[in-house]
């Protein structure tokens, strides 16, 4: 993928990867949230630095591939749901996100592994 398509505070897919610029510091992760499957290389990221689902508001750490924060709703529903939240979240921490190593190669960013 060009560079110049990731720009800070981008994310974007990459084949399997959703590929992120969090102020320079790059990052993948595989595509899929483990709440409900959306493309998470239609998120954000956000002030600390996590990956934020397009649909539901779950948080991941890039490094590790942790979902630090449940889902925020679920189906079309959208507001608090702390029993359901904590459950996906135990999910999230069983299944984690595969995490690669995103770099510069020239003009591209690349994704190793």
Known sequence: MPAADLPPGAVR??????????DGRLFAVSR???????DLSGGSIDADGCLVCPWHQ???????????????GFLGY??????????VRLLGRVVPLRV????????DVVVEG
Request: overall charge positive; hydrophobic content about 30%; proline content about 8%.
């Open 13 to 22: 897919p990459a084949g399997e990867w959703a590929v992120g610029n969090d």
């Open 32 to 38: 899929r949230c483990r709440h409900q499957l959306a």
């Open 58 to 72: 779950s948080r991941y750490d890039v490094d590790t591939g942790d979902m630090v924060d449940g889902p925020r």
């Open 78 to 87: 959208h507001g608090p749901a702390p029993v359901y939240s904590g459950l």
């Open 100 to 107: 690669r190593r995103a770099v510069r190669r020239g003009e």
